[in-house]
């Protein structure tokens, strides 16, 4: 049984290492993920929203409804845990 | 059960520091416009200072401070915080949770209503992050046995 | 080997990964497999934020906030900002399922009262 894992780990392992020849290289400027979106937020976001931290602003402001949809998910986790644990005292 | 360990030490450490990492929570909200931070973070380190109560005392003095039934109203406060935030937004004609409109109601200029909206909804995720880190570690650690649970 | 040098992070994160992986399909305790799950969502986050940084670059808050004015503004200065915001949310959803996951584990623990998998599996038939 653990050496039927070991095999579908090291098989896995190098599947995902061969996928990685294409991807841009660590600390690339010009990699894709860079110059497409990111340099607009980074640029805009002194001028439309009066706040320096990009983090925030991204998540805040131009993404706010995603940020609405996690805290929905948190919420529904402490729900889960209410319903499945606590028993009423009769 | 967890064996509960009465050590002075700890006890008198903890109860000069908790106060501290609560202000210290709090810098971390009202701080995420400048600097690293914002609604998660402080969130979570509120949280952490009851569960650091919790686990230097008793579970019966934390529930003294909060009980559940106000812990799970604080887990909607935060929610209600932040999409009240939205609907006043759509109220004053935007779209939803299109802060420049706060502008109509408070003495600032759209670019700055925009700051301001985003320090609204914040202090709501805060809310809701710190009551459910409280909620979830109460109901894993005590099994279920409280003494008044929900009706 | 100038492949291994040049994408060092890439190499690093799924052998995290493959550990954590690994961990969940090798163990046969509950909690142990758990703790993999873990480990294998700590390094997917990792890995995403590490396809975001630059050469030289530096955080991603804009210099001079605190009242002054901002100078021209090159993005190239600094690190790319959606990974980190995508991997907040990722963060949160992990404590999620680590919470649930834990309250299921007890109770499993209520009803069978053991926390070995094929023990229930056992108990099952």
Redesign the interface.
Known sequence: ??LL??I???M??AL??YG??D???????H?P??IH???R???K?????????????????Y??????G?????????M???L??????K | MIAHLEDIIIQTVCRILIPFIQVYGLYVIAH????????FQGGVILGASFILLCVAYDINEAKRRLNEKLD?MF??L??II??GI?FVCLVLGGN??N?SRLGHILPVDP??A??L??LG??I??GI??M??MI??FL??AS????E???? | ME?II??????VY??L??IG??AM??KRNLVKKLVGMNIFQTAIILYFV??????G?SI??????HGEA?HA?H??H?V??????LM??AI??M???F??AL??I??LYRRYNTLEEDEILELRK
């Open positions: 049984m653990k894992a070991l579908a780990v090291l896995t392992g995902l290492l990685t020849i991807m841009p290289d660590w600390g690339d400027p990699s993920a860079s979106v990111s340099p937020y980074i640029e976001t002194m001028e439309e929203t009066a706040v320096p931290n990009v983090v925030t602003s991204v998540l805040a402001d993404r706010g409804y995603d940020t609405l996690e805290t929905v998910v948190i919420f529904t986790a402490a889960a845990c209410i499945l644990i606590r028993r009423p005292r | 995420g416009h400048h600097s690293p931070g914002g609604g799970t887990c909607s935060g929610l932040y999409s939205g939803y949770l802060y670019v700055n925009r700051s909206g985003i909804i914040e709501g995720v809701t992050v009551a459910v909620s979830i109901d894993l099994r279920g046995k409280h008044e649970g929900l009706e | 492949l040049s994408k060092y992070n890439y190499w799924i052998i990964m493959m992986f690994y399909i090798g590490s396809t975001g940084a630059k050469r670059a991603p808050i804009l210099e001079g906030g901002i503004i993005a190239a600094y790319n900002p959606l990974p980190h915001v907040l949310t949160v959803v404590v999620s399922t919470g649930v309250a299921l007890i109770m």
